[in-house]
């Protein structure tokens, strides 16, 4: 399973955007989909996770309310959409899969992407 994240940049605090992760070569829809980040000297971050048909959710307290993950099953993708953006959620934002039911530790995922650089300024 290969997956590409993709959507970050620079946004100004209370701004909006909304991260993609495309996975190839495998079932989409045996996986869980995970969104993590990590900052330099930090371990990497649990964020939010989607079940495989997308029908339960699962986020970190820091981002509930604020961030919603979702996938489309059909275009094999997922998606984190953030909303109302701080400085302290500048990161590297990774998605990954995993075949477990809503895994929150970043060592029950199989497969990870490249990661894509989010930067909220104040």
């Known amino acids: 399973v290969q997956l590409q994240a993709s959507g970050g940049g620079l946004v100004q605090a209370g701004g909006s955007l909304s991260l993609s992760c495309r996975a190839s070569?495998?079932?989409?829809?045996?996986?869980?989909m995970g969104w993590f980040r990590q900052v330099p000297g930090k371990e990497r971050e649990f964020i939010a996770v989607?079940?495989?048909?997308?029908?339960?959710?699962d986020y970190a307290y820091s981002v509930k309310g604020r961030f919603t993950i979702l996938r489309d099953n059909a275009k094999n993708s997922a998606y984190l959409q953030m909303n109302a953006l701080k400085p302290e959620d500048t990161a590297v934002y990774y998605c990954?899969?995993?075949?477990?039911?809503?895994?929150?530790?970043?060592?029950?995922?199989?497969?990870w992407g490249q990661g894509t650089l989010v930067t909220v300024s104040s």
């Open positions: 990954a899969s995993s075949t477990a039911y809503l895994p929150t530790q970043v060592s029950s995922y199989d497969y």
């Open positions: 070569g495998g079932t989409f829809e045996a996986y869980s």
């Open positions: 989607t079940s495989w048909s997308g029908g339960k959710e």
